[in-house]
């Protein structure tokens, strides 16, 4: 059992009709039949979303997201229509909200890996493959991979895991020209993250994506390149061998799988809210990657 400790109300606007409530964001659709999307502050940690938020944690999602939309505009389009907060909506949807064209979702994680770790090096251990991908004698957790690799995962419901799928799964579920489309956008748009982020002494481990069609266009929709969907190591700190540091959840992970939190993670309770001291250093994490990655402080 997981899912949301509490899962909350969502605020009800005049003009929006609300769709889905995710782990962070909420979904809602306008007058004009667009997609509206509003990140929260909502931390989720081992398929639960926890009852303890982290303050401008969904304004540095939708901000670091804008700005890598404009780093990959020439590689794929997106989905983003404008930033305008909707008449009635609450002040504080401001720097969170994000107006999208409403696209036929291609129901597949595309996921990237320049680098071993996670459910990847689970599977590699188990059988020298990553979705079916036959990988080198010899790697270790954050060992960089000979050459960056697609490897899709099933998208789950909130509380559930995505399940890695190989390609092979993915073009009978979609079709071989679809799969080899999300592919090619997958790996290109990784390379762009991965470059931009060596410049700037990170290393993009891996990362998720989401696509949808226009028409015939493919589209990268929801977020893009964030702590939330990506894997961030600081590249002067990488050692191979071991779990690396990281610019994301791991301060929440590590409270909640130590003595001081409790929490049994195999039990079917709920976990405890956060303590202050785990909270500021997530933000803190989150506004770190948000600064070295744009250049900019984040105020």
């Not at 304004?59 to 997106?78: E, K, M, Y």
């Not at 020298?128 to 991979?145: K, N």
């Not at 509380?159 to 890695?164: F, Q």
């Not at 600081?234 to 003595?259: C, E, H, I, M, N």
Request: proline share 8%; hydrophobic share 40%; glycine share 8%.
């Amino acid at each position: 059992m997981s899912g949301f400790v509490e899962k909350p109300e969502p605020i009800q606007v005049p003009g929006l009709v609300h769709l889905h409530t995710g782990k962070v964001r909420e979904l809602y659709q306008n007058e004009a039949g667009d997609l509206v999307m509003v990140a929260s502050d909502r931390m989720s940690a081992y398929d639960w979303v926890l009852p303890t938020e982290i303050p401008d944690k969904g304004r540095i999602l939708t901000q670091l997201s804008l700005w890598w939309f404009d780093q990959l505009a020439d590689l794929v389009p997106n989905h983003v229509l404008s930033t305008e907060v909707p008449a009635g909506a609450p002040a504080d949807w401001a720097g969170r909200t994000l107006v999208c064209k409403s696209l036929q979702m291609v129901p597949v994680e595309a996921v990237a890996r320049g680098y071993l770790t996670g459910s990847g090096l689970v599977e590699y251990n188990d059988s020298r493959t990553v979705c079916g991908l036959a990988l080198p004698e010899g790697l270790v957790d954050g060992s960089e991979l000979p050459a960056p690799i697609f490897t899709p995962a099933t998208k789950a419901a909130v509380g559930e895991h995505d399940e890695n799928v190989s390609y092979e799964e993915v073009a009978r579920q979609v079709g071989a020209d679809t799969a080899a489309r999300l592919r090619q956008a997958t790996l290109a748009v990784y390379a762009r993250g991965r470059d931009i982020a060596r410049e700037r002494g990170i290393i993009l481990a891996d990362t998720k994506f989401e696509f949808g069609f226009e028409g015939e266009t493919l589209v990268i929709a929801d977020e893009v390149l964030t702590p939330d969907s990506s894997r961030f190591w600081p590249a002067d700190q990488w050692q191979p061998g071991r779990a690396q540091p990281s610019y994301d959840k791991q301060f929440v992970r590590d409270w909640l799988t130590s003595p001081a939190s409790g929490w049994d993670r195999k039990s079917e309770q709920p976990p405890p809210p956060l303590p202050q001291e785990v909270v500021d250093a997530t933000r803190a994490k989150y506004v770190e990657a948000y600064e070295r990655l744009t250049g900019t402080s984040w105020s």
